[in-house]
């Protein structure tokens, strides 16, 4: 997987299995993955090592490759998605796709 596109993945995943990381490892994913900041960067801020912020990476894509293999709700969101798409293409009205998509992004 090429690095844009595993950081995309790993975004997706921990948008939704991030809070079963602990809050340090969830907090360093989201400053390596979503905030692109650096090893050293990271490191920096949390007065840790290079090899502790490397490894907690690591590990954190692990488990969340683990929960989404165990879970499958981001498979999932990705076929109701193409699904929705494949309705707006048929003409069923606006407000009804709407509603499904907010239900499914946002769960109301």
Known sequence: ??????????????????????????EIMVDYFEYNLSLSEIAENRSSSRTAVSDAIRKGSKKLAYYE???HILKEKEEVAT??????????????????ERIINYGL
């Open 83 to 100: 699904l929705l798409k494949k309705i707006k293409q048929n003409g069923v009205e606006e407000s009804v796709i709407e509603q499904i």
């Open 69 to 71: 293999d165990q879970l």
């Open 1 to 26: 997987m090429a690095s844009l596109e595993k950081t995309i993945y790993i975004n997706r995943l921990l948008d939704i299995y991030g809070s079963l990381l602990s809050p340090a490892q969830r």
